[in-house]
């Protein structure tokens, strides 16, 4: 996703743009083994966090973010899939 000057925002994991919703599928692999030297786990949720505003306000979408332990209740995961698409088609 680009803001009004062209500049990157950000790559979502997925992206529904009839429903107005970006996915984001996290893992604790990122906020643990992947930290760059002098990083500690809060530095990356706060990055996480900033850009996922950025990607809301640059988009007025919404973004779902989902772990593994979601995928073991497919049902659940896709009804808040679906409810989260309901709301994009309202606004």
């Known amino acids: 996703m680009y803001d009004e000057f062209g500049i990157l925002v950000g790559i979502t994991d997925f992206a529904w743009p009839d429903h ?7 893992g ?3 906020y643990g083994r992947l930290l760059k030297p ?3 786990a809060g530095d990356v949720v706060f990055n996480e966090k900033t ?3 950025r990607l809301r306000e640059v988009t007025q979408w919404a ?3 989902f772990i593994w332990s979601e995928l073991n209740d497919p049902r659940s995961c896709g009804e808040r899939v679906r409810r989260l698409m309901r709301l994009g088609r309202i606004t």
């Open 20 to 26: 107005r919703l970006l996915g984001e599928f996290d």
């Open 28 to 30: 604790k692999i990122k």
């Open 38 to 40: 002098g990083q500690v």
């Open 51 to 53: 850009r996922e505003d």
């Open 63 to 65: 973004v779902i973010r």
